[in-house]
């Protein structure tokens, strides 16, 4: 069946942390009131991997969370710049992410 001809109304589903959403995979945190959509897994072999979850928690909001592995260079210089790399990346990712909402919204 197509999971968009079987959401609850919008309004009363994603408000209500009780009733699961369309995509929640309802896992054993349901009973908790957090519901968590089947994680996205994005794997460069050799390199590292990202988990992308949608999740709604007890108060009703959404967000995105996001895992990351990557492989780290042996050199410790080395390393701390990737990992300056990587902070600068992510924040550039939340902001475009958060604008990309409040686009949409408007």
């Known amino acids: 069946m197509n999971p968009v001809a ?3 109304p919008a309004a009363a589903a994603r408000h209500d942390p009780r009733r699961h959403t369309a995509w929640c995979a309802r896992g054993h945190l349901c009973n908790l009131r957090e519901h968590r959509a089947e994680p ?3 794997a460069v072999p050799g390199l590292g991997r990202a988990t992308l979850t949608r999740v709604r928690g007890a108060d009703g909001r ?3 969370e996001v895992r990351l592995s ?7 210089a080395c390393a701390r ?4 790399g990587i902070a600068r ?3 550039t990712l939340i902001e475009r992410a ?3 909402g409040q ?3 408007a």
């Open 6 to 8: 079987r959401r609850a």
């Open 40 to 42: 996205l897994i994005v």
């Open 62 to 64: 959404e967000h995105a």
């Open 70 to 76: 990557v492989a780290l260079a042996e050199d410790e």
């Open 81 to 84: 710049v990737q990992l300056l």
């Open 89 to 91: 990346d992510l924040k």
């Open 98 to 100: 958060t604008h990309a």
């Open 103 to 105: 686009r949409r919204a």
